[in-house]
């Protein structure tokens, strides 16, 4: 960017200039904030104000756009200018709103204002425009591992929007667990019971298409890279291996059914008539239509038994605490080829899960077919002669009985077929560097069991997707279920989360979207959600790098790898540009250009500070953008009164926040720093995953930077907040002020 | 309003809920441009009027504004508020589409400094808070509302408040002259999002919604946990005022029900665990919950909140379709009776506050589409060749919990896109 040129914009409407000396204002721009250009206008965000503006740029090579006005939040579609730098002084909902309007106040209030402009100029100085990195091209193809429905689907729906796709499966043929199946529930109209899978019909259409190329007894030996530009070697059985380019990647790799072995006090292993569903399904495909002869003695059977939630819905050691989702329409079909075929079913439930429409019209079918329904709690399944004996406890009677059936199947649930967590993989190798017995012990019997590595990611955090809980690598965010946590990387189908056929589908459709969106943002330098769309990615001065690591260790998306000499690899488009590593840097040396230690630093070293004697105290909150800062936003709409001591910078995530800030704060005569972030732990809602909890772990330590400045230690808190915390943020800030009068003021006064 | 251009390369998304929002949002972010409409003033949706969401209790808002701050960056949306969609013609990537743009009343001047609302004296129901509260002539639809721009109400127009509101505005952003347009939009695809309302608890005639004061929706009892909302985040009866000790939790109160919806309303068993929640953190142990169930379908990974709940001593379970509610004249309270079908015995049960579990109604329009366009018979439009490039989306397809209405949504977007790559391999 050609030099520096801050032009200031004034606003005084919204009553701004009832409010405020606006005139003094423009002089604290151009005086202190080294503003060339600074200028007021009646309401700056009609057409002629932002004409005003654009004329500066224009014509007076302003580059660098301070608007003093309203909140960031608001008038956005406004104050938007191409190849300019834009920062945003907030006096309407940060200062206006959130002062009593009296003369006694009027001085503090001026003086919060004038802050803000010294703190917008002042981060306008460090921001540059951001340009993308240019690392990746655009490549328009992806990789699906596992080749059952989800995978398949995501093939297909990734090839008819245009892009190529390589199609990686274990097994020696598509089709998966679906391949298995006699019939499907149905994805709409359930009243007309079980329809053909049709899962031929998916491999042909994924055969006969050239653009995708399927890969048989095949694993993913090697992933690196990233979105745009992602390196895969496939090995196959044979032992030969080739290697593959590709933009995005969606892991469909499905389930296995939970092993009924586990289930003797059911039957399971008991007796080949006791079986669990794909068991049964097996026989169905096998009878075809025809009467299902059971394994024992091929006797056609007459009556059948269904228990649900086997071995699921239960904190019973080994067993599934959770529903898999499936297993109450599966029963209800596979009862449907029962009766079809002139036998008897009853299913046994606790509740009868069939949600929405489509389910609920499904069992209507069965009901009307003549499928028993019992709520019923089963205490034991006993072999004796041809017959197997149910023992339940019917819960609509009130009564023990016994049903004596041909055959019965356990609806078990579905266990993930994800790689290994790879935190717990890190925090194994870290307990054996150290000789933890305890830990390792603990930590191996939480992975064993689990499944080989799917991807085999060559990324500092381990070789796979994330779990969330059980062992599915869902989102954590309700509204944003393709939420990853390694970006262009998206899994769909029962190993994200526990679901049936149809939804597998319709999830895979979705991945496949986000599969693609990936490859197109990476082409552009675009950040992928939460900052859809920005440019910038973290940058680092290498001379300055002491490789301590913290970065790769700490970044949340396991973007940064490190090189042979252990410096950091940033990957951008593996990014999220959320700043973790900027805050976890101790030597300051990764900055973004829209965000830096300095646009952040200078700012609150901006704020004009008080002398000690002056009882008039500075306390600054770093706020994050996305819950906390709206939040305070909300407060000034609806004029919730906090101090006007106070100065508010909004950050990226709590997580970028550098602990250098809060050493500056101090030395510069601040009385006390606050803040605020996201709820973390297991139920995070910081849209980052870690930034929040990492803030709280690093301000732990902050203690020893505040005793040896001889501070009191509730000078620097963190806070938990949320975004409907409208009135509970203003009263945090004032408590904080009123603690630091009774503390005293800080004495790095200048 | 500047120009409205649109090609058979645009994609038209109606409905500016979770769901719209999140195909527009998706599809622009793959490069594609978006028409998204929204009938009211403000997107958001009925997730706006949440208070919190099942099973995380995380605020919808926080999503919302993350959705909004996409929206704002992404050059690609064009977003109109107050548009109705009121024809569509044409097929697979080539419709025509016409919208009928109401009036605001106040145009992109607008600051959203309140002035208007507080020149105005007339008063209306808040949709924002279902009626349960009133707004001015002249308001923002929420705190969160985006645009963030104020609405006359039409109500007002031709009066002194109309007037007051225009003398009051100094951004000169009142314009009582703007009239209703209507507008022709060229599209290659269309996504359905418009969503769901409360099936009306009127019409299930024996539990006396619209006759007895304390018998109340699952949708109303959101609002009241709302700080800003209607009883300033109190669970009250509506009657006295008073918190309430024995709160009764009816769930398929027209849900699963020939009578009323057939369908299963999906949410609404996650919405009451989630409630009984509330009632734990606002009233603690002053407070007993019963749920009167049919099924509890808390369904997948989301179960362990369903035994959580079942956990709390003050939270119990009737496996039981109340029959029919009578009101206690003396008090207020409402008395349940049906049997519980777990042994079979009658019960009278005496509560002090009832609570509709309604389910959700969808709202797919009839006479707008096509001739041949199939709509089920639940109202909700499937995935179905018969219906071109025009697809459902969120409570538009099934009754879909908010979840699983985004990740559909997502779907939706990447058919819409198949449609315009097509379409635009054609051109060239």
Known sequence: MADMKIGAYICKGCGIAERLDTKSLVSVATRDGKAAIGREHDFLCNADGVAMIQQDIDGEGVNRVVIVGCSRRAKTEAFSFEGVTLSRANLREGVIWVRPDTDEARETTQEMAEDYVRMACAEAKFLKVPESSGEQGLLRRIMVV??????????????????????????????????????????????????????????????????????????????????????????????????????????????VPYDINKLPELGGGKSPDVVDQLGFEMLAKAANGGPIKRPSDGKEVGNVVFVQCAGQRSEAPGHLPYCSGHCCTTSIKQAMYVKAAGGDATVLFDDLRTPGATGEDFYRAGQEAGVTFSKGQVSSVEVAGGEVKVSFKDLILNEEAVDNADMVVLATGMVPMSGPDPYLMLDLESARGQNDTARVADLEAQLEGGFPSVLNLDYRQGTDVPHLKHGFTDSHFICFPYESRRT?????????????????????????????????????????????????????????????????????????????????????????????????????????????????????????????????????????????????????????????????????????????????????????????GCQKGDNYQCHFVKGSEMAHYRMSKIDDTLSQLNLEKERVQTFEVSITDIERIPKIINDMAELIGQIGMSPFKF | MSEVIATNQTILVVGGGISGLTAALEAAECGKQVILLEKSPTVGGRVAQLYKYFPKLCFPTCGLEIQYRRLKANKNIRLLTLAEVTQVTGSEGDYDVTVALSPRYVTENCTACGDCEKAVAAEFDDEHNYGLKQRKGAYLPSMMAYPQRYVIDPRIIGTADAEAAKGACKAGAVDLDMQAQSLNLKVGAIIWATGWTPYDAAKIQPYGYDRFANVITNVEFERMLDPFGPTGGKIVRPSDGQAPSNIAFIQCAGSRDRNHLLHCSRICCMATLKQTNYVRENLGDAAKSTVYYIDIRAIDRIDDFHRKVKADANVSFTKSKVANIAENKANGNLVLHGVDTEGYNRYANEHDLVVLAVGMESTVPAGVFPEGFKINEHNFIELDPANGAIYGAGCSSDALDVNRAAQNATASALRAIQVINRVAGQEG
Not at chain 1, 559 to 575: G, T, V
Request: net charge negative; proline share 5%; glycine share 10%.
């Open chain 1, 146 to 255: 596992g080749g059952g429905v989800s995978g398949m689907t995501a093939a297909l729906e990734a090839a008819k929007a245009g892009y190529e796709v390589v199609l990686v499966e274990k097994a020696g043929q598509l089709g998966g667990v679906a391949a298995q199946m006699y019939k499907r529930v149905p994805a709409k109209n359930g009243r007309q019971g079980p329809v053909d899978p049709e899962v031929e019909k998916m491999v042909h259409a994924i055969e006969s298409l050239p653009s995708i190329k399927v890969h048989l007894n095949t694993t993913v030996a090697k992933t690196s890279g990233a979105p745009g530009r992602f390196k895969v070697e496939l090995a196959t059985e044979s032992g030969s291996s080739s290697e593959a380019e590709v933009g995005a990647i969606v892991q469909a790799t499905g389930f």
């Open chain 1, 488 to 676: 262009g990387v998206y899994t769909a189908g029962p190993v994200r989360r526990p679901m049936d056929m149809a939804q597998a589908m319709e999830d895979a459709t979705g991945a496949a979207l986000k599969a693609i969106q990936a490859c197109e943002n990476a082409a552009l330098g675009r950040a992928a959600h939460p900052r859809s769309g920005d440019l910038s990615f973290p940058k680092f001065r290498m001379e300055g790098c002491t490789q301590c690591k913290r970065c790769t260790v700490e970044c949340p998306f396991g973007a940064i790898n490190e090189d042979e000499k252990r410096y950091p690899l940033f990957n951008e488009a593996r990014c999220r540009r959320c700043g973790t590593c900027m805050g976890a840097c101790p030597v300051r040396v990764i900055s973004f250009e829209n965000y830096s230690v300095e646009t952040v630093g200078q700012q609150l070293k901006a704020v004009d500070m008080p002398d000690e004697f002056s009882e008039k105290p500075r306390l600054l909150v770093l706020a994050c953008e996305n819950d906390a800062y709206p939040a305070l936003d909300m407060a000034g709409m609806t004029h919730q009164e906090y101090s006007a001591y106070v100065r508010v910078i909004p950050v990226r995530c709590l997580g970028s926040v550098n602990t250098i800030w809060i050493t500056d704060a101090l030395n510069s005569g601040y009385d006390g720093v606050m803040l605020m």
